[in-house]
């Protein structure tokens, strides 16, 4: 090129100001929220040291020997899940499947998706701990309040999953002269039962960690065990507690979530061995 | 139909699936069974007991029903407190999930070591309950707003570095491999490319974040963390029902007005 | 049962009626008369059509999308209803029935889809097992309870489309062809006087697309079925049925020998010239 070269300017982003408006207000927002808080903030420098120390006379030397007691009780939570797992679906199979579009009336279907968006926003450890005071604090009351607390979010995701379902399969049930349970039978449960299989282990792997919270609370497993030995400042039980609650927890995520992906995918069909010497054209 | 001239029908093996479905009925019945033993910690499915119970206790529910307004101003210090930790939690986390997203996503990080370190320790964290947390923190701490902040801090680090690092790794990498074939090194890479691509991702992370934490934060209390929770238990125990069921309503009221900000936001954002 | 006569037939160059060789109660005709459908939100979908099927014709209907095809041929087996008009099949008026007569009739009514509409995640055996719904008592249908007289038949109408080495794959792992072939082995299980395919080919490649028209072709030459094929391609349409019915805008504008029908004669029905997206090639 010849000649001078301008500068180049490159075009104003207008956008900006209306960020950086944004930006302040809700940079202030949050300063006032930090800087309300009765918390001794000189305290936070410290805070990583404290954390550490505590680690330490936690996980350095757990204490094993109490690891039986504290397998009960894990089961115990376990257990408490996964009644209150079965419970919760068996409840939310029926209902999800009466709010679902095109099967329940309207009159019926919104008061149902009412309560269980009502459900859902209240917080399951204030329900469980509702009912816990009602009908007293024992596993079986815990895997009921697990059960109940469930249904909101349970039943949605049952009304969505049949919502979704292909419509055309039931059109060639009808079409060929089936009655309507038929056609949930043959054409509706087939699309839809691998998901909602799917959701109800995904329910155990939730109420795994509630059981755990409803035991804090007094409910029995591990959480009461947690926190009895916190009371007392019992770290060396508290860290085994700790390391059997993270063991448990993870090892039945994998499980179940290992087992969720292979209900989705379908089961792998084993043609035999006559087939797979055939090999002819169809 | 005629079935003079027809002649056999040959059917290919049929698959083995019923033993696998009895197997696994079986499985399933077994594993029921063994968590309604109470010797080894299974629950006793004491019905009747259930029952009477809740006879007795029925109209304590049924207070639920009769929420006691004037109860009302008690509960907005502590409605505040509430909100004040899940917002910094909120953000604290937000500040510290971005470079453990990166670290924790295959396209931004290809060390697998650190990567699956990082994966690991997230895994954890998120197999720790919240008042799990909340309870053990209050113990080391003591009393009060921090032992909440804290749990709300961990608690949404799980969530959002678990959820954005896997949307991360499902996108498309190409426009990194363009990067790196420029010559840039990793960091420099991280910082041109993905960030601007994943900013939409974290967002809609960080307002989910935000959305769960109100409802968390509203029970942490019960475990003396902080927020209304230590009002939520300390009527309950005076069986006030009326009272809680008024505390549940501003729950119900604010955790709606947040889902429908963030929302509202999550659309304009992605 | 001997087959049913119509008195008077109004289309020219009908073919006499096909001997009844395999279909235990005959081909049916299909008389619609005057029939007109509006839908609950005031669309005319059909107005005044009134045509006659002689049984044992093969019949197509042809128009472009929203010309009414589809609500045509689900007036037959009542999947629609029709607002004015009468709708017979065989003895049966199908327009007032409901219920059980109505799943009676439907019974003998086969129908195919151009998605398929197969339970994707159940084996090809019970998808075809659907197509004996109409003629076995509820317990057994809900629990899937078979009799050697349905297995034979279902059995028999899989090998009659070459189908049978598939018969306990998973329906979603065959091609769309397979799937289709399927679809008729499920309708001919039915022991159908009728047969209804609502766009059979749209989602198939060419090759595929002629294989199953020639199934159709070879069925109704073989046991004399009525067929009726809704099919917006007109080489398809011309080479493979003998009769052309041409819907435009809800409303009958031909009706002929699909050998005398003509480009001029397709321009009419779709009311434009004709695109190469009309015709399918090989």
């Known amino acids: ?282 | 139909m005629s079935a003079t001239t027809t002649p056999e029908l040959t059917l290919p093996p049929k698959p083995r699936n019923i033993r696998q479905r009895v197997l696994v009925a079986t499985g399933f019945l077994l594993f029921t069974i063994a968590t309604c033993i109470p010797a080894i910690g299974g629950i006793t499915l004491d019905i009747a007991a259930l029952i009477r119970n809740w006879n007795n206790g029925a109209g304590l529910l049924l207070q639920l029903f009769t929420p006691d307004f004037t109860f009302l101003p008690r509960t907005i210090g502590p409605m505040i407190e509430t909100l004040q930790m899940a917002l910094v939690g909120a953000v604290g986390a937000a500040i510290v999930s971005v470079p453990l997203t990166l670290w924790a996503a295959t396209p931004t990080n290809p060390n697998s070591i650190t990567r699956q370190a990082v994966r690991t320790v997230i895994n954890v964290i998120r197999a720790i309950p919240d008042l799990v947390y909340a309870t053990v923190l209050v113990a080391m701490l003591g009393v009060g707003a921090l032992p909440g902040v804290l749990t709300l801090f961990l608690f949404n680090v799980g969530v959002v570095v678990k959820l954005v690092s896997e949307a991360i790794d499902s996108a498309d990498h190409a426009y990194m491999e363009a990067g790196r074939a420029a010559g840039g090194s990793q960091l420099q890479i991280n910082r041109v490319t993905a960030l601007p691509q994943a900013w939409p991702l974290f967002a809609n992370q960080w307002l989910y974040a935000l959305e769960l934490n109100v409802r968390i934060s509203a029970i942490l209390g019960i475990v003396g963390a902080g927020g209304i929770g230590r009002l939520i238990d300390e009527r309950r125990a005076f069986f006030a029902y009326d009272d809680v069921s008024v505390i549940i309503l501003q729950i119900l009221v604010v955790v709606v007005l947040i889902e429908f900000v963030s929302h509202a936001l999550r659309r304009r954002l992605t | ?282």
């Not at chain 1, 596993?139 to 049949?162: F, M, R, S």
């Not at chain 3, 509006?38 to 042809?62: C, F, H, K, R, W």
């Not at chain 3, 007032?96 to 151009?114: D, E, K, N, S, Y």
């Not at chain 3, 809800?250 to 434009?272: K, N, Q, S």
């Open chain 3, 1 to 282: 049962m001997a087959a049913e006569t119509q008195p008077n037939s109004r289309a020219e160059g009908q073919r006499p009626e096909a001997e009844d060789t395999s279909s235990a109660s005959g081909s049916w005709p299909i008389t619609l008369d005057n029939v007109g459908v509006t839908y609950p939100n005031g669309t005319v979908a059909l107005s005044d059509v009134s045509l006659t099927i002689a049984p044992g014709e093969m019949v197509a209907i042809v128009g472009l999308s929203g010309s009414g095809k589809s609500t045509l041929i689900r007036t037959i087996n009542g999947l629609v209803s029709a607002t004015t008009g009468t709708v017979t099949v065989g003895p049966h008026t199908v327009n007032g029935l409901t219920g059980r007569q109505l799943r009676q009739v439907r019974g003998h009514i086969g129908m195919i889809f151009q998605g398929f509409n197969l339970a994707d995640r159940a084996s090809v055996y019970r998808n075809v097992m659907v197509g004996r719904f109409s003629h076995t008592p509820s317990y057994r249908t809900l629990l899937g309870i078979t009799t050697p007289h349905d297995r034979e038949l279902a059995l028999r109408s899989l090998n009659s489309v070459g189908m049978l080495d598939k018969v306990w794959t998973r329906a979603g792992q065959l091609s769309g062809g397979q799937k289709q072939r399927v679809a008729i082995a499920r309708a001919l299980t039915q022991e159908p006087s009728v047969m209804l395919a609502d766009e059979p080919v749209a989602s198939l490649d060419p090759p595929t697309a002629h294989a199953v028209m020639n199934d159709l072709r070879r069925i109704n030459n073989e046991s004399g079925l009525t067929v009726v094929i809704n099919i917006h391609l007109m080489d398809l349409a011309r080479t493979y049925t003998t009769r052309l019915i041409g819907l435009r805008d809800g409303r009958l504008v031909y009706d002929g020998p699909a050998a005398d029908a003509t480009d001029r004669d397709f321009e009419e029905i779709y009311g434009r010239p004709i695109q190469p997206d009309d015709q399918l090639g090989s």
């Open chain 1, 1 to 282: 090129m010849s000649g001078p070269v301008g500068v180049l300017h490159p075009p104003v982003r207008r956008r900006r100001t209306a960020a950086t408006v944004w930006a302040v207000v809700v940079g202030g927002v949050v300063v006032a929220a930090t800087a309300g808080l009765q918390i001794d903030w000189r305290e936070l420098g410290q805070l990583p040291a404290e954390l550490l120390r505590f680690g330490t006379l936690m996980f350095t030397d757990p204490d094993w020997e109490r690891l039986p007691r504290a397998l009960f009780e894990m089961w115990r939570s376990i257990s408490m899940a996964w009644i209150g797992a079965i419970l919760c679906v068996v409840l939310s199979i029926p209902l999800g499947i009466l709010a679902a579009r095109g099967v329940g009336p309207r009159w019926v279907r919104l008061p149902l998706r009412g309560i269980f968006a009502v459900i859902r926003a209240v917080p399951e450890v204030i329900i469980a701990l509702l009912l816990l005071t009602v009908t007293g604090l024992t596993p079986l009351t815990g895997a009921l309040a697990l059960g109940i607390a469930g249904i909101g979010t349970q039943a949605k995701w049952v009304y969505e999953t049949i919502e979704s379902a292909e419509e055309g399969t039931s059109e060639a049930v009808r079409a060929a002269g089936g009655t309507t349970a038929e056609v949930a039978r043959w054409a509706l449960w087939p699309a839809v039962a691998p998901a909602l299989m799917s959701f109800a282990l995904y329910r155990f792997e939730i109420n795994i960690r509630t059981s755990a919270v409803l035991g804090l609370v007094g409910a029995g497993g591990v959480g009461s065990m947690l926190a009895n030995y916190t009371n007392f400042r019992a770290w060396d039980t508290v860290g085994m507690l700790l390391i059997v609650v993270i063991v448990a927890t993870m090892i039945i995520d994998a499980i179940s979530g290992a087992i969720r992906r292979r209900i989705m995918q379908g089961p792998a069909v084993n043609p035999g061995r006559r087939l797979v010497a055939r090999g002819g054209k169809h």
